[in-house]
Structure formats: structure tokens, C-alpha cells
């Protein structure tokens, strides 16, 4: 008896808490939408709305932001100018989804072969001390 009142006590709090988790993740889902719902534009919603656009919209920020970080400002300028034009053509996508993902892995693809194309990976900072040491050995 005292068995089979454990065991119904077991299944109680196991589903309980089930109900509670699916509840929880039900919530977030809630949250989310409603988060994304108030971004700016449908694009912007879209990604939010999307794990795999947000996880290459990550991707696409981080490399940007490498080569910011490598390359000279004079060399950077066009690839930021090329980084807004590839915004507003992403944003002709609307909340299309497989249109976003595709502008997402094009621009990827850009970014990562301008890495690559980018030799040594010194930072700017890096450079400009030892242009500045070289000058002062020189003086």
C-alpha cells in the first residue's frame, strides 16, 4: 500500500512539474514573440522570431566586427559602406524567411573570404604602436 502511494505521489509531482516546464516554456515563447513584435521593421521580427537567423545574424556581426578590428579605418570604410547596402538589400526580404537565411549566408560568405584575404591579423592598435616606436627611433 505504502508502494503504491509513493508511486502516485511520484507521478503527481512529475506531471506537476511537466505541466509547470511546458507552462514556463510557453511563457518564454510568449515573451519572445512579444519582444520581437516590437521591433522596428518585419525584417527585424522575423530574426528575432527565428533561432537559425538569429544565430547567423550573430555570425555576420561577429565577422564584421573581426574585421573591423584587423583592418586599417582607410581599408574598413568600404566594407562598411558595403555592409549597409547589404542591410537594406536583406530588408527587401520582408519576414521572409528562406530570403533572409540566403542574404544571411551570402554575406557570411563575403565576410569570411575578406578574412581570409586579410593577411596578417595584426590589430590597428598593434600597428599604429609600432609605426609610432618607429618613428620615434628614428627622430
Given at each position: 500500500m505504502v508502494l503504491g502511494y509513493?508511486?502516485?505521489?511520484?507521478?503527481?509531482?512529475?506531471?506537476?512539474?511537466?505541466?509547470?516546464?511546458?507552462?514556463?516554456?510557453?511563457?518564454?515563447?510568449?515573451?519572445?514573440?512579444?519582444?520581437?513584435?516590437?521591433?522596428?521593421?518585419?525584417?527585424?521580427a522575423a530574426i528575432c522570431l527565428?533561432?537559425?537567423?538569429?544565430?547567423?545574424?550573430a555570425q555576420v556581426a561577429q565577422?564584421?566586427?573581426?574585421?573591423?578590428?584587423?583592418?586599417?579605418?582607410?581599408?574598413?570604410?568600404?566594407?562598411?559602406?558595403?555592409?549597409?547596402?547589404?542591410?537594406?538589400?536583406?530588408?527587401?526580404?520582408?519576414?521572409?524567411?528562406?530570403?533572409?537565411?540566403?542574404?544571411?549566408?551570402?554575406?557570411?560568405?563575403?565576410?569570411?573570404?575578406?578574412?581570409?584575404?586579410?593577411?596578417?591579423?595584426?590589430?590597428?592598435?598593434?600597428?599604429?604602436?609600432?609605426?609610432?616606436?618607429?618613428?620615434?627611433?628614428?627622430?
Amino acid at each position: 500500500m505504502v508502494l503504491g502511494y509513493a508511486r502516485l505521489v511520484v507521478g503527481i509531482v512529475v506531471t506537476v512539474g511537466l505541466v509547470q516546464t511546458a507552462a514556463e516554456a510557453q511563457d518564454k515563447g510568449a515573451l519572445r514573440a512579444a519582444a520581437c513584435a516590437q521591433k522596428a521593421s518585419a525584417t527585424e521580427a522575423a530574426i528575432c522570431l527565428d533561432r537559425d537567423l538569429v544565430r547567423r545574424d550573430a555570425q555576420v556581426a561577429q565577422a564584421y566586427a573581426e574585421l573591423r578590428r584587423i583592418v586599417l579605418p582607410r581599408v574598413f570604410q568600404p566594407i562598411a559602406a558595403e555592409q549597409q547596402r547589404w542591410r537594406i538589400d536583406r530588408n527587401r526580404c520582408g519576414a521572409q524567411v528562406p530570403c533572409l537565411a540566403t542574404s544571411y549566408q551570402e554575406r557570411l560568405n563575403v565576410l569570411e573570404q575578406a578574412l581570409r584575404n586579410t593577411s596578417p591579423a595584426e590589430p590597428v592598435q598593434q600597428r599604429a604602436r609600432r609605426k609610432s616606436a618607429a618613428k620615434r627611433s628614428v627622430s
